[in-house]
């Protein structure tokens, strides 16, 4: 599980890329967004290339702000955001 805390634009794209980047692509990756304050269209763009290597879960409640980003871009549905960690861990 990979946490993102606080906030996320493109000062911090490297650290969240070398983060993910750290854990094998053969594992699911449960990602925590439930402590992200705001995030831009670069946290977006790192979770859209993330889903398309692997297994991706989104940890939840997103903040609304990234929320409202990912409905108008059209990409909410594109990504399994997930209540709870038991969720985010199951089949």
Sequence with gaps: MVAVIGEMDVEYEPDIELALEATPLTLRLVLDLTRLEFADSTL???LIRAHRRRDLRILGPMPAQLRE???VTGTLG????CDSLEEACAP
Aim: net charge positive.
């Design 78 to 81: 594109y990504f399994h955001v």
């Design 44 to 46: 977006l763009n790192v």
């Design 69 to 71: 980003l990912m409905r």
